[in-house]
C-alpha cells in the first residue's frame, strides 16, 4: 500500500513541476510575443503625413487619448469620465468641451455620433462641433459624442437628455461607421453594439469565465494575436459575418434608418429640427490611402453595408439625411485610420454641415 502511495506521489511531483515550467515557458512565450508585436506594429498616428508640420503637438493628441476612461451609463451603457489634459478636455458630464459656446440663450445644437465626432486624433478646439461652433458663432454647439457609439446608441442618448431638457434646439447624428464595423463582427447580433461579447462574459459570466478569461490573456492572448497576425490573408474574413450574408447587411441598413426616423420623429415633435449624417469612411470613395494599412476583410464588410445604408437613403428621399461618405476624395491626407481621421477632415465635415443647414 505504501509504495502505491510512494508511486502516486512521485507521479503528482512530476505533473506539477512539468505543469510549471509549461506555465512558465508559455508566459515567456506569451511576453516575447507582446514585444514582438510592439516592435513590428505600425507607426503611431501622430507619425503619419497627416500631422506633419505639428508632430509634437500630435502625440500630445494621442497622449491624451490614451488617459481617457469610462464609467458605465443607464441605457447607452458606458461614457467617458471627466478628462483634463493639454489638448483634451472632458466636462463633469462626460462630454468633450466646444470652445467659445456663446450664453445659455443662444440656440442650441447638438451633435452625435461615436469616436470620429467626439474627436479622436484632433485636440478640443478641432472636432466637429468646434469647427461648426467656430463658423457660426451665434450658436450654442454641443458634442454629444463618445466612444464607439452607433445610431441606436445616440438614440438612446438622445433620449435620456430629451428627458431632462426643454429646449433641443438642433440634433445631427453623425453615423454609418460604427453601424458596420461593430456589427459585422460575427459573434455580434443586430441589435448591438461594439462590447456585447464583453459584457456578457465579465458582467453576466461565472467565475469560470472569469479565470478563463484571466489565464488566456496572461498565458495565450499575444500568442494567438502573433498567430494571427502572421496567417492574415486578405481573401479570408472569418471575423466578420456581413459580407455575403444579405440579411445581416439589411438588418444594419434598416437599423440605422429606422433609428435616424424615430430621432426625426422625437425632436420634430419637441419643435426642434433634426439632420443624419451618413459619415466618411476609408473603404468607400476614392480617399488618399497610400498612407495606411488597412484590413482589407473589414472593409469588404463595411463596403457592402454601406452600399445598403445608401440605396435605404436613395429609396427614402429624406431632405433631412445627408450621404457625406465620399466627402474626402481628395489629395489630402484625412484618415488616421480606417475611420478616423486628422483635423482637416473636421473641418471639412463641419463646412458642409454648416452649408446645409444655412441653405
Not at 20 to 28: C, G, K, S, W, Y
Not at 78 to 91: A, D, H, S
Not at 141 to 163: C, D, P, T
Request: aromatic letters at 12%; hydrophobic letters at 40%; charged letters at 25%.
Amino acid at each position: 500500500m505504501s509504495k502505491v502511495k510512494d508511486r502516486l506521489l512521485a507521479f503528482s511531483k512530476v505533473v506539477v513541476i512539468n505543469v510549471f515550467i509549461l506555465a512558465v515557458l508559455l508566459l515567456v512565450i506569451n511576453g516575447a510575443c507582446r514585444l514582438y508585436l510592439r516592435i513590428t506594429a505600425d507607426p503611431p498616428r501622430s507619425e503619419l503625413p497627416n500631422y506633419e508640420d505639428e508632430r509634437e503637438f500630435a502625440r500630445k493628441i494621442f497622449a491624451d487619448y490614451k488617459r481617457i476612461k469610462h464609467r458605465y451609463e443607464a441605457f447607452t451603457e458606458w461614457k467617458t469620465l471627466p478628462f483634463t489634459g493639454e489638448t483634451t478636455t472632458v466636462l463633469d458630464n462626460g462630454e468633450r468641451l466646444v470652445p467659445g459656446s456663446p450664453t445659455l440663450t443662444a440656440p442650441p445644437i447638438r451633435f452625435f455620433g461615436g469616436s470620429t465626432l467626439w474627436g479622436e486624433g484632433s485636440d478640443d478646439a478641432r472636432t466637429i462641433p468646434a469647427y461648426f461652433q467656430h463658423m457660426n458663432p451665434g450658436r450654442r454647439v454641443f458634442n454629444h459624442g463618445q466612444l464607439a457609439y452607433n445610431s441606436r446608441q445616440n438614440l438612446e442618448n438622445l433620449i435620456n437628455l430629451l428627458s431632462q431638457e426643454d429646449s433641443i434646439g438642433t440634433v445631427i447624428f453623425y453615423d454609418g461607421v460604427n453601424d458596420a464595423a461593430f456589427l459585422c463582427p460575427r459573434e455580434i447580433t443586430v441589435p448591438g453594439h461594439r462590447l456585447v461579447p464583453s459584457f456578457q462574459k465579465r458582467i453576466y459570466g461565472d467565475n469560470i469565465d472569469f479565470a478563463f478569461i484571466f489565464l488566456d490573456n496572461l498565458f495565450l492572448g499575444n500568442i494567438k494575436r502573433l498567430i494571427s497576425k502572421l496567417t492574415y490573408s486578405d481573401q479570408s474574413s472569418e471575423a466578420y459575418n456581413c459580407f455575403e450574408n444579405d440579411e445581416k447587411i439589411n438588418l444594419i441598413a434598416e437599423g440605422i434608418v429606422r433609428n435616424w426616423e424615430m430621432a426625426n420623429t422625437l425632436v420634430t415633435n419637441s419643435g426642434g429640427r433634426f439632420i443624419a449624417i451618413l459619415q466618411p469612411v476609408a473603404f468607400v470613395g476614392n480617399p488618399k490611402l497610400d498612407h495606411l494599412h488597412l484590413d482589407q476583410a473589414l472593409g469588404r464588410n463595411i463596403e457592402v453595408v454601406y452600399k445598403a445604408i445608401q440605396e435605404k437613403i436613395k429609396k427614402k428621399n429624406y431632405n433631412w439625411i445627408i450621404d457625406l461618405s465620399d466627402k474626402f476624395d481628395n489629395d489630402q491626407y484625412i484618415y488616421i485610420d480606417f475611420c478616423h481621421v486628422s483635423p482637416n477632415g473636421n473641418n471639412i465635415i463641419a463646412k458642409s454641415v454648416s452649408d446645409f443647414m444655412n441653405e
